[in-house]
C-alpha cells in the first residue's frame, strides 16, 4: 500500500467500474477509501483522475468505442460528487476565498475543473463552478454578479487556445487574475503564460497550494501575442468554411478508402452525406484547422504538431497509414502562400510527418 492507502489492485478494480459503467462498484469502492481514513483529496487525484486518463487513452488506441469513453466518464464524475459528499466540510476561518472555476470556451471536458472545484472546497475555497464551455459573455456577467477573488480556468485541447485568450483578456479587464490549468495550455503552462495567465497549476493540488502561497492573488500576467500572429489567425477564421471544403474535395480524391471505414471519422464528400458523417467529418478536418490556427496565434508551431501526432497516432491503431495528414499539410500550404507565418507552422508540420514516417519504416 502506498503513502495515500490507494493499492495497484484499487485503481485495478476502479478501472473494472468504469470499463463495466458500474455506477455502483465505483462509488463503493471510491467512497469506501474515504470512510477507512483515506483523505478525499488523494481519492479524487490518485484513483478517479489517473483513471480517466486511461480512459481517453484506451478511446485513442482504439480499445473503446466513444459511447464507452462517455459512459466510462459519466461514472468518474459521479464518483467525483460521491467522494466530495462523503468528506467532512472542513471549518473556514478569516475571510473567505472566492474562486471561480470555469471551463474555456468550446471546452467540454468538465472533468479535470470539476475535480479542481471539490479540491478547493476540501481546503477552505469558496467555489462556484460554471461547468463547461463559458462564453466571455457569461464569464464576465458572472465575474461582475458575484466578485470573486481569482477565476480558475481550465483548458485541456489546444486548439482551444485563442477562445481561452478571450476569457483571460476579459477577466484582466475587469480587474479580475486568472489561474490556468490542463494540457492544452502546453507544457508547464507555457501557452497559459503566453495568453497573459497569472498563474498556472499542473493540478488540482498544485492549484490550492499555488493559491494558497499567493493569496491574494494579483495581476502580474502580460500577453505576448503578436499582431501579426492576430491578422493571420483571423484570416484562417474567416477562410475556414473554403479551407474545410477544399480539405474535404483533396482527401475525396487521394483516400477514398476512408469513406468505407466506420471507425474513422467519415469526411464530409458532398451534400448527399448524412447529416451524421458530414458532422463528424466536419469536426475532424476542422480541429487540424483549428490547431494550426491556434498555433498561428500563440506563435509555436508545437501545437499544431502536437495535433498532428495525436491524429496520427488515432489513425495508426486503426490500421490507417496516416498519409492523409501529410496530403493535407500539403493542401494548406498550396492554399496559404500568402500567409508567412500559416506556411511556417505548416512546413514543421510536415517535418513532423516526414520524420514520423520514416521512423515508422526503420528496423528495430
Known sequence: MNATGI???????????????????ALELAVGLVTSGVSAEDVLLGLVAPAQVRVGERWESGEWTVAQEHAATHVSRLTVDAVASAARAPVGGGSP????????????????SHILAEVLRLRGFQVRSLGGSVSPHELLSDVHQNGP?????????????????????T????????MTG?????????????LGADLYAA???DAAEALLRHWPPVLRGESSVQDGA??????????????????????????????????IPNIPYSSGSSGREHEEGTEFLGRLLDSLAAAVFVGDERVFTGQLAFAAAYFSARSVRPRCLLAMTDALADRLRGSPRTLGTLSAGRRYLVTREADSRRPE
Open 230 to 263: 492576430v491578422e493571420e489567425y483571423a484570416a484562417l477564421v474567416r477562410r475556414r468554411p473554403d479551407l474545410l471544403a477544399h480539405l474535404a474535395h483533396v482527401l475525396r480524391d487521394v483516400f477514398p478508402g476512408l469513406r468505407e471505414r466506420p471507425d
Open 171 to 178: 477577466c484582466r479587464c475587469a480587474g479580475v487574475p486568472v
Open 203 to 205: 493540478d488540482a493540488r
Open 97 to 112: 476565498r472566492h474562486v471561480l472555476v470555469a471551463c474555456g470556451d468550446g471546452e467540454w471536458h468538465v472533468l479535470p
Open 7 to 25: 493499492t495497484d489492485a484499487v485503481r485495478a478494480d476502479f478501472d473494472v467500474c468504469l470499463a463495466d459503467a458500474d455506477e455502483g462498484g
Open 182 to 194: 490542463g494540457p492544452g495550455f502546453g507544457p508547464e503552462g507555457i501557452w497559459a503564460y503566453a
Open 149 to 169: 477573488d481569482v477565476v480558475a480556468l481550465s483548458c485541456t485541447l489546444t486548439f482551444n487556445l485563442p477562445l481561452a485568450h478571450r476569457q483571460i483578456e
